[in-house]
């Protein structure tokens, strides 16, 4: 039972244009998320996390977003760069503090290509 | 700083055989897991660890073991290695204040 689900295995965007990477989840028990990204040979890095009493946190580029009541949540990347090219995890996790807790369930990621 | 260190980066074992995959963080970070991630699937949570002296199960732990007997160190072994068990390795930690974990760059681990 796959609780959180990236529906979109790849994704292509323009450089200069808005990326837009979404996550559906099934466990309204999940009150963190947060994003990862991961290069080939690497582990993947933390890029931004979001709590559930927000609906939107930014930090530079990057913008996630939450929907509640949808149970989803979106990363904007404005504007995409070539850098950018990756795999994006979501992530969430239940019961937890301001930081989350320690039972991350990921996704199965979304592979973002810019095209220069 | 070096982050998060795993050791060996890349290892093949036969059947039944043990072996242990060393992590190593030196940013005096309270919490420590290990994941595996397998060709089409997320990061699934093999161990973790709150701090020294307490380890708990995550969702796949059948297999593996794990100690902190240290901050620093959270080894991961395999006890009697299987084919099921080839996948990447990671090892992340993160400090109470921390956002998001930090992870060591993975360990390929083969099983033939």
């Known amino acids: 039972d796959q609780q959180v689900k990236q529906n979109s295995p790849s994704l292509s965007v323009q450089e200069g244009r808005i990326s837009i990477l979404n996550c559906d989840y099934t466990?309204?028990?999940?009150?963190?998320f947060l994003w990862y990204k991961k290069y080939p040979a690497e582990g993947p890095t933390f890029l931004i996390s979001?709590?559930?009493?927000?609906d939107k946190n930014e930090d530079g580029r990057f913008t996630v977003f939450l929907n509640k009541s949808a149970k989803h949540l979106s990363l904007h990347i404005v504007p995409s760069q070539p850098g950018d090219s990756a795999v994006y995890f979501c992530a969430a996790s239940a019961g937890g503090s301001n930081f989350g807790n320690e039972k991350l369930t990921f996704g199965t990621g979304t592979r973002l290509t810019i095209i220069p | 700083n070096a982050g998060v260190t795993q050791t060996p980066k890349f290892q093949v074992l036969k059947t039944g055989q043990s072996m242990t995959l060393q992590c190593a963080q030196d940013m005096n970070h309270e919490y420590m897991s290990w994941y595996r991630q397998d060709p089409g699937m997320g990061l699934r949570l093999i161990h973790y660890s709150v701090g020294a002296g307490i380890t708990d199960q995550g969702e796949v732990p059948n297999g593996y073991n794990v100690s902190r007997s240290t901050t620093e160190d959270f080894p991961l072994r395999l006890l009697s290695a299987a084919p099921s068990q080839t996948s990447v390795y990671f090892c992340?930690?993160?400090?109470?204040?921390?956002?998001?974990?930090?992870f060591g760059s993975g360990t390929r681990l083969t099983v033939v």
């Open positions: 992340a930690s993160r400090g109470p204040l921390n956002y998001g974990y930090t």
């Open positions: 466990n309204s028990m999940f009150d963190y």
């Open positions: 979001i709590s559930s009493i927000k």
